[in-house]
């Protein structure tokens, strides 16, 4: 809890010391109830309308009184005709939202223990000014109640479980995106979130984003950001990956599997450092970066000659990689070894009953284990 909200709540109780404690609420409980409708309202510092209206000043608002959020027509006329947020009326609509308000859009089905809603309501009124004046909980100072930034305000992470408790509470009936799917767990994705996992690019250059790199200036940012680990050639720093050479390695004991040597196709370059690259700082490069680095590691492999080459999304997919050729379907069943073979048995295919006929514990899988009480040291258990 911040500092500021802290003296405003000793302001507070100070304040009413005179009172039963239960008869005022406690705003600290307040705020573990209020995940309850985290969900859909907001208050604090920079509170926006979420699914319900923001929660400020609440205090003395008429019902449905916020000019910018859209309300039911239930709630607006509940206003008109004299609904004013206090303590009476907010225990009331927060016991039975539908049966104070009929036909309010609030699709939660209310707090049925009283010392719940008093405590929800007292931490309310800490986010009412208008109020917190009234009652003279203002801090010594004589400052306006600094409402409580929202990283203060009940974990936020709680807000997709309220949700589902709010929903499974209201029978199901809320309609926000994610909230009310089958489990009422998280929420759906936004477009803009989609555009940015959707980044996937195909063989045949689906997917591929407009824009277009030289090999030049793939140079110079190839060396800014990659060379320190994948060498100023692509020879690989150190152990660090090597992205250029070894064509006609691959028959070596020791293959050296390049873009060049080996890649089939030019889509999983770019993809690759679209995706995954510089390592540490993905998702860092612009669609333009990727077309020009992608253009320098095809020179560097020797697949385009010219430094003036530019790759762009038009000649993408004339290109082809130098073993993209030795990429087959996997058509094993054609082979002689394979073809000669019946079906593989899928099922059944023992005639006799299955048998344990030894034990890991026993077998003692670890090499070199100087157990010898049967038990190897690593052994699986
Ligand atoms: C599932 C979403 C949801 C949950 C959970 C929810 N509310 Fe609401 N609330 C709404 C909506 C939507 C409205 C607007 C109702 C209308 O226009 O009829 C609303 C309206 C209100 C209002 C009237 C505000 C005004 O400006 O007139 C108050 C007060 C309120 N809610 C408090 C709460 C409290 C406190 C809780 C938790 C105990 C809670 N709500 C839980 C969705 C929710
Ligand atoms: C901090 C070191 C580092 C930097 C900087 C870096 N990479 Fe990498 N790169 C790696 C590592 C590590 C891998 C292998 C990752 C793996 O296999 O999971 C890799 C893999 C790759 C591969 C795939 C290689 C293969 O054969 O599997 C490409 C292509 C690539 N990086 C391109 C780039 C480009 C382009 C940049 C600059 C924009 C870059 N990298 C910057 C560390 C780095």
């Known amino acids: 809890m911040s500092k500021s909200r802290k003296s405003l709540l000793a302001a507070a109780a100070a304040s009413l010391l005179a009172l039963p404690a239960h008869a005022q609420g406690d705003p600290d409980n307040g705020a573990q109830v209020f995940k309850k409708c985290l969900a859909c309202h907001a208050v604090g510092e920079n509170a926006k309308h979420k699914v319900g209206p923001h929660l400020n000043d609440l205090f003395g608002r008429t019902a449905g009184g916020l000019g910018d959020y859209k309300y039911s027509n239930a709630m607006h006329e509940a206003g008109e005709n004299g609904l004013v947020w206090e303590d009476e009326t907010l225990h009331d609509y927060l016991a039975d939202p539908r049966g104070a308000v009929k036909g309010t859009k609030m699709a939660f089905a209310g707090l049925k223990k009283e010392d719940e809603l008093r405590d929800v309501v007292a931490y309310l009124r800490t986010f009412s000014s208008e109020d ?4 003279g909980a203002s801090p010594v100072s004589g400052q306006e109640p600094e409402p409580t930034p929202q990283s203060d305000a009940p974990d936020v992470a709680a807000t997709e479980p309220a949700a589902a408790q709010a929903v499974a509470a209201a029978g199901g009936t809320a309609t926000e995106p994610g909230v009310g799917l089958a489990y009422g767990l998280g929420r759906r994705a936004t477009e803009d979130e989609v555009a940015a996992w959707d980044i996937d690019v195909r063989p045949d250059g689906m997917g591929l984003p407009d824009g277009s790199g030289t090999v030049g200036e793939g140079d110079m940012l190839f060396q800014e950001q ?8 692509g020879e690989g720093a150190g152990r660090w990956p090597v992205l250029a050479g070894g064509q006609g390695t691959l028959t070596d004991e020791r293959p050296e599997k390049t873009i060049g040597s080996f890649w089939p196709y030019l889509s999983t370059v770019f993809d690759y450092i679209r995706r995954a690259m510089p390592f540490g700082n993905a998702h860092s490069l612009t669609d333009d970066e990727v077309y020009a680095l992608t253009a320098y590691l095809l020179y560097m492999n020797d697949v385009v000659a010219d430094e003036e080459f530019e790759l762009s999304k038009e000649n ?5 990689l130098p073993n993209a050729a030795n990429f087959i379907d996997d058509d094993r069943d054609s082979e002689p070894h394979y073809a000669a073979k019946a ?6 295919c023992k005639d006799t009953p299955a048998e344990i006929v030894m034990r890991a514990r026993i077998l003692d899988v670890t090499p070199g284990s100087v157990d010898d009480d049967g038990a190897g040291a690593g052994a699986v258990d």
């Open 226 to 233: 990659c060379a320190s680990c994948h060498g100023v050639f």
């Open 343 to 348: 079906d593989p048995c899928m099922r059944d």
């Open 316 to 320: 993408f997919s004339e290109i082809e």
């Open 132 to 135: 917190a004046a009234a009652t």
